[in-house]
């Protein structure tokens, strides 16, 4: 008898379910947003849809409209589109130039507010308008495909430190800590490319770091699972560290950060004729001395600028009670700082 009536209401709840056919509905996979050009409205949004042919191949296709929110985007797109519009699909979504500088702050409010969006969408800004970001064809498996592959690539194996629009968010509106998001660049309509990290203050762009600070920012806000780094020898040598592992350790007082980075590596490569024992212990120390020396610029550089995205405030706060932020925010122009770094090789491995 109970198996009888869990069984009807099975039947009865399924019954008050939609249904959505794949091949019956837009499905938005990714989003670009622009400053509009027309004073009456805020933002130009481009939305961008994946088509999934018999043969397997994808047709991206792009929607582009104007608003003062996001929702007036969406009923644009909907206009243009022969098929209903979901939003429970999005992987991506981009802030061209002029609006990560006048701030983004409505837009990502308005992603939270939406429960069929994930908390795991990447975000990111763009050098160029993000509208030309999404009208490219990339790839074979689609653009957001692409793009979100990219940056899951260079979050896994390179110098991206952890993002997504949870972490986003709550950088935001964590006290004492500055959100930061991947800088995109497209390279050509079948090419784009990691341009750099993007600094708020709040939810406006302050600064972009490019490429080459890129390791060092990772080293003091995340920690490498797998990380490369070339390292310059004398005489023009050089030695590849591979599989490199990374962690960091903060202390704060009233005046003074002091951060401990410790690093263990294989040299995978290297370009002299013999990897001596000396050439190894010559490795750890030039990387130690640089580790620390661009570390260390940056904290001061962060400082010049008034933003916090290593989380120095937070994590203050954290061992405080009755933590004073207007005190913190005075206290942040002039805090001194140090960086000792500790590099390991663990084994050695090709020579050239």
Avoid at 9 to 19: E, F, H, I, Q, Y
Avoid at 164 to 185: C, M, S, T, V, W
Avoid at 245 to 260: F, L, N, P, Q
Avoid at 269 to 279: C, F, H, I
Wanted: glycine content about 8%; overall charge negative.
């Amino acid at each position: 008898m109970k198996k009888l009536i869990l069984l009807c209401l099975v039947l009865l709840l399924s019954g008050c379910v939609d249904k959505e056919i794949l091949d019956d509905i837009n499905i938005e996979v990714g989003v670009g947003y622009d400053l509009a050009d027309d004073l009456k409205d805020k933002y130009r949004g481009t939305v961008l849809f994946q088509e999934f042919q018999p043969d397997k191949s994808v047709i991206n296709r792009t929607f582009s409209g104007s608003g003062k929110l996001r929702q007036d985007l969406l009923l644009e797109v909907t206009k243009q589109s022969s098929e209903p519009v979901v939003t429970g699909g999005l992987k991506l979504a981009v802030f061209g130039p002029e609006l990560s500088k006048k701030g983004i702050y409505d837009l990502v409010d308005s992603f939270q507010r939406d429960a069929s969006i994930g908390a795991r969408v990447f975000v990111a800004t763009s050098e160029g308008k993000a509208e030309d970001m999404l009208n490219g064809e990339y790839g074979t498996r689609g653009n957001s495909t692409y793009i979100y592959n990219l940056i899951q690539h260079n979050i896994e194996h390179r110098d991206i430190p952890k993002t997504n629009l949870h972490i986003l968010a709550n950088d935001y509106y964590q006290e004492g800590k500055d959100p930061f998001l991947p800088r995109l660049k497209k390279l050509d309509d079948d090419k784009v490319e990691i341009a750099g990290i993007s600094l708020f203050s709040k939810d406006r762009e302050v600064e972009v770091l490019p490429v080459k600070d890129m390791f060092f920012f990772k080293l003091l806000v995340d920690k490498y699972s797998e990380g490369n780094f070339d390292v310059k020898l004398k005489k023009d040598e050089l030695a590849a560290v591979k599989s490199l592992r990374s962690k960091h350790k903060i202390k704060i007082t009233d005046h003074h950060a002091s951060i401990t980075i410790n690093i263990e590596g294989i040299i995978r490569e290297y370009t002299g004729d013999k990897l001596a024992s000396e050439v190894v212990g010559a490795v750890q120390k030039n990387l130690e001395k640089k580790v620390e020396k661009e570390c260390l610029r940056l904290l001061k550089q962060f400082q010049e600028l008034g933003i916090d995205p290593i989380g120095l405030g937070q994590m203050k706060k954290s061992k405080h009670r009755n933590f004073d932020f207007k005190k913190w925010e005075d206290d942040y122009k002039t805090l001194s700082f140090d960086v000792k770094c500790n590099v390991t090789i663990e084994e050695t491995g090709v020579i050239e």
